[in-house]
């Protein structure tokens, strides 16, 4: 069988590029451009180097990053009175806590989240988004992930409707958001996690399976029904290369098509969150709404 290697750096090239379009337009209309203010708690590599793609973005296409780096021992109190300052910010129209906290905070990440404007909220995680995504309310702004899977899935023209997806990995932002929009696009949906007793179980009757747990090769050729597609979500560094959590090359000629990564989800992630981010900026700025 022949696998298709779904690209998600070719598509995130074609949506910066539109979104660099769309931001030379405000521009010849004398609208100031877009801004995104990200905060960093602390300095776990893996979100530093996140962050620096976030700002690259940005820049590449003409909205404002603001670089917000706290400490690890910042106060939750600090924090909150930071977000607080932003949402009353007439000129910052996204807001992004990079995840996961710090460990002293950690379990303060909802708290945190719930104290962002939803307006300002880029990365839909606020229960409002949050919420209105789940209902299915048309519009609503989607977690990055979500909405990049969905974008590559439509334009490499895999439908979902009717079919079985396995979804791994029960997280706040991806497992749980996607799992919610692929029951509203009707595909029948089983959520694996943690807890999971047996994990081929499951994925080795889905016509699709996304994996999002951040353990490396975790899914294996043994565990996918030949011809399904395999949708990889994870992003580790192991001894200094990046891997997700499919072993890649055992899915070559067994699945009908896969993200690889690098350059599969990952890139999509980045330009969703551009997109949110004007998406933002215009409802605040044009449109009103
Ligand atoms: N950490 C890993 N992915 C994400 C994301 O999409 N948004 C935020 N805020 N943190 C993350």
């Known amino acids: ?91 910052v129209d996204g807001i992004l806590l990079q995840l ?13 989240i ?9 990365d839909g995680f606020t229960p409002f988004n949050f919420g209105s995504m789940a209902i299915g309310i048309e519009g609503a702004i989607m977690p990055c992930t979500v909405k990049g899977i969905l974008e590559l899935l439509r334009y490499y023209d895999i439908n ?10 029960a997280s706040n932002i991806a497992g749980k958001p996607l799992a919610n929009v692929l029951i509203n696009l009707f595909a029948t949906v089983t959520v694996c996690h943690i807890k999971t007793r047996c994990l081929s179980k499951h994925t080795k009757h889905a016509d699709i399976v996304i994996s999002a747990t951040g353990v490396p090769h975790l899914i294996k050729r043994e565990m996918v029904k030949e011809g399904a597609v395999v949708i990889d979500v994870g992003i580790t560094r192991v001894n200094g290369k990046v891997v997700g959590d499919v072993d890649f090359e055992s899915m ?33 700025n044009v449109t009103g709404k």
Request: hydrophobic share 35%; with cysteine.
């Open 1 to 91: 069988m022949e696998t298709k290697i779904l690209s998600g750096r070719e598509l995130s090239k074609k949506i910066l590029e539109n979104s660099r379009k769309k931001i030379k337009e405000f521009e010849k209309k004398g609208l100031r451009n877009p801004s995104l203010a990200v905060i960093l708690v602390g300095d776990d590599p893996a979100s530093e180097i996140y962050v620096a793609r976030k700002h690259e973005a940005c820049k590449e296409v003409g909205i404002n990053s603001l670089d917000i780096r706290l400490p690890a021992n910042t106060s939750f109190e600090e924090i909150r009175e930071k977000i607080k300052m932003l949402n009353e910010d007439e000129n």
């Open 100 to 112: 996961p906290l710090p460990r002293s905070l950690r379990e303060k990440t909802l708290e945190l």
């Open 114 to 122: 719930r104290i962002i404007n939803p307006e300002k909220d880029v």
């Open 160 to 169: 979902v409707e009717g079919k079985d997806c396995v979804v791994i990995g």
């Open 252 to 284: 070559i000629g067994h699945a009908s098509a896969i993200t690889p990564v690098p350059g599969g989800v990952g890139p999509l992630t980045i330009a969703m969150l551009i997109e949110n981010t004007i998406d933002c900026y215009t409802r605040r």
